[in-house]
């Protein structure tokens, strides 16, 4: 299953991604950065089946199942320059957009802005083509609600 969907999203033109794959692909890109600083933290991993959850409208054991496959994809997925640029073609700018949100929550999640996160969005964000005035309003947007 997720060698189908690496040659995909690693295809020089890749098509539109079913939901299930699309799914699966961006919530990699949530495990990537939740690992980017080597301490995948329980918080990190809660905040990652929260989002799924709620995105996704999942129950708790549907959610906790592809996270796990969203972590054993990350672990596969070929290098993040790569693996963006496939998602990028094949997801639409809304949906990037919605993802960069996210995977702000999961930098913020531990209460700490570590380098190695800050540098990983800093290429993640163009690489899925949003602009850098749209990551930073959505920074804006998943640090407000982490005050909550």
Known sequence: MFADLLRRLT???????????????????????????????????????????????????????????CEVMEAEAPDTVRFTRAIKDAVSYEDREA????????????????????????MVAPMLGVSDPDSARARQRAAGRMEL
Request: charge should be negative.
């Open 11 to 69: 295809d020089p033109a890749p098509a539109r991604l079913p939901d299930a794959d699309a799914r699966l692909a961006l919530g990699a890109l949530l495990v990537r950065l939740a690992r980017a600083d080597g301490d995948y933290s329980p918080e990190e991993a809660q905040r990652i089946l929260r989002i799924l959850r709620t995105r996704y409208a999942l129950n708790e054991a549907d959610a906790a199942a592809l996270r796990a496959d």
């Open 99 to 122: 993802v960069i949100e996210a995977l702000w929550e999961i930098a913020l999640a531990d209460g700490q802005r570590e380098a190695e996160e800050d540098a990983l969005m800093r």
